[in-house]
């Protein structure tokens, strides 16, 4: 039978699961979705996703792709896999595709999110979803931050050990600001490809310039200097997600 080429939208909580990729004996979003496909399906399934979420990290719209030989259809998959996942994990949509379409290498870019509520009191409903920082972060340096690092550039200073000899160009085509009001604010970063860490490694130096903690013209010393002794600390996963892939 021909092969089918399958196309998943995904919403997952990462908060109980040690990244996306599968590690044989521990929790991952790779491991259980590939283990509830392939009792449906009848045959083993391995997926690909369109970038490897860490631990602890959310995914409002993670894409991945399959190819199997079922009869099944989309509906009835996705229905079925809904059935049989954890309630921290949802497929929001199941498409057959062209053969030639990879969830990573056709992607054009990718969008993430980062979430931090600045304000005294933490908010108890939403506190895994959000970085609680209590010092109030000023909003004018972290935007001149924003605007030195959008572009192409060399972003070894924000990578993490673990990266290899991975390129560290990257072109950042988008990096924002947004104040939701009540002490809710929004980082948004849209890249051609991500690093290892890069945005919570961002992330982190943002907040350290913001809390005075380093001048905002260090922040372009930081990015020149291609060393990550430089830059700040890593942001926590749990305020990070995956909003957006676009092809």
Not at 17 to 41: A, D, V
Not at 80 to 96: A, F, H, Q, W, Y
């Amino acid at each position: 039978m021909e092969q089918k080429n399958i196309k998943l939208i995904l919403a997952y909580d990462g908060a109980n699961y040690e990244g996306w990729q599968y590690q044989p004996g521990r929790p991952t979003i790779q491991g259980t979705i590939e283990e509830r496909l392939s009792k449906i399906l009848g045959e083993p399934i391995r997926i690909i996703a369109s970038g490897r979420t860490d631990a602890g990290v959310h995914a409002l719209n993670q894409v991945a792709n399959f190819k199997c030989s079922t009869r099944l259809e989309t509906l009835s998959i996705m229905r079925g896999l809904n059935s049989l996942l954890p309630r921290d994990i949802l497929v929001k949509s199941v498409e057959c595709v062209s053969a030639d379409f990879h969830a990573r290498y056709s992607a054009r870019s990718k969008v993430y999110e980062y979430r931090i509520l600045n304000r005294q009191e933490p908010d108890i409903f939403l506190r895994a979803f959000q970085w609680h920082i209590r010092n109030p972060l000023d909003r004018s340096v972290m935007a001149d931050c924003l605007e030195i690092i959008r572009g192409i550039h060399d972003f070894s200073s924000f990578r993490s050990s673990g990266s290899g000899n991975i390129n560290p160009v990257r072109n950042l085509l988008a990096a924002e600001l947004i104040e939701k009001g009540d002490g809710k604010l929004i980082l948004r970063f849209e890249a051609d490809g991500f690093l290892r860490h890069m945005v919570r490694n961002i992330v982190g130096t943002l907040v350290e310039a913001a809390q005075g903690k380093l001048m905002p013209e260090r922040f372009g010393e930081i990015l020149e200097g291609r060393d990550r002794t430089l830059a700040g600390p890593n942001a926590p996963p749990h305020g990070l997600f995956l909003v957006e892939v676009k092809y």
